[in-house]
């Protein structure tokens, strides 16, 4: 495994490497969680585990639930000397009113009925708890990588936030990330997506979207082809202007996904 300053920590070994579009939403992510006080958390969906690795570092006590049988143990894999990661399999019984904070990143548009989803959530929250998660921006922008990936939909920032209040979360932040590197990048992997899709379909006969959904978290085909170009000195700069730029324009709905922090109502 590979500890870097700007991507965190990657196992290429294992075939898994941050995307850039996982950077950004991370850089953006770590900045609104470090002045939080510490606490106990779980992350809904956590793939590869990687940024449980980031909230370990950071002193929250970390459990996650994750459906997905190879992303587990990517998870295990990664967190492999973390004596403050639980990943679960399951949901646990005992979780009502558990946890200080719940993180949800990429994982709501995977849910067909969204609002009963949060308001599960927001049953294991404590009564001063946040929830911090994150979804792809704008239905226009639906294409084959939304397929691929297993999705339902996308959101604007008002149909986000109005389902976040119905299931009795209080709006503290709202952002939309990835402008402008996230938005370039995007018809690339549709086509590269699109390419999959046409395959799978030739193989299997028909759309699973269970089997989507399990596998968009932890493949990297084409970005650990790509890593060493973006690992190195100079690509390692432009993520970081990248990243600078994005928290310019946080405030304006140009990104392609959006990142609400929300405290339990």
């Known amino acids: 495994m590979i500890k870097h300053p700007l991507y965190g920590i990657s196992a290429p070994e294992k075939g898994w490497v941050p995307a850039p579009r996982y950077v950004l939403r991370r850089d953006r992510v770590l900045k609104l969680l470090e002045p939080l006080p510490r606490g106990k958390l779980l992350e809904i969906g956590c ?74 959530w927001w049953g294991w929250l404590k009564p001063t708890g946040y929830l911090l998660m994150s979804a792809p921006a704008h239905p226009k ?76 978290g932890i493949e990297r085909s084409l970005e650990t082809r790509l890593y060493p170009l973006q690992a190195n000195w100079l690509g390692t700069k432009v993520m970081q202007l990248f990243c600078y730029l994005q928290g310019i324009f946080s405030g304006t709905d140009w990104g392609n996904g959006f990142l609400a922090l929300c405290k339990k109502r």
């Open 141 to 216: 922008r639906w294409n084959a990588t939304d397929q691929w990936a297993g999705h339902y939909r996308r959101y604007e920032r008002a149909g986000l936030e109005w389902v976040l209040e119905q299931a009795g979360f209080q709006i503290v932040h709202t952002e939309c990330y990835g402008f402008p590197l996230a938005n370039l990048i995007e018809p690339f992997r549709a086509r590269y997506h699109a390419q999959q899709l046409r395959r799978q379909s030739l193989m299997q006969g028909n759309d699973n979207q269970g089997a989507y959904s399990n596998h968009s």
């Open 47 to 120: 793939g590869a585990g990687a940024l449980l690795y980031d909230l370990s570092s950071m002193g929250f006590l970390v459990e996650t639930v994750e459906i997905s049988s190879s992303a587990r143990t990517m998870a295990r894999y990664i967190n492999q000397d973390s004596t403050r990661v639980i990943i679960h399999q399951d949901i646990q019984n005992n979780w009502k009113r558990t946890f200080d904070y719940i993180l949800a990143f990429e994982v709501l548009e995977h849910i067909e009925d969204d609002t009963s989803a949060l308001k599960k």
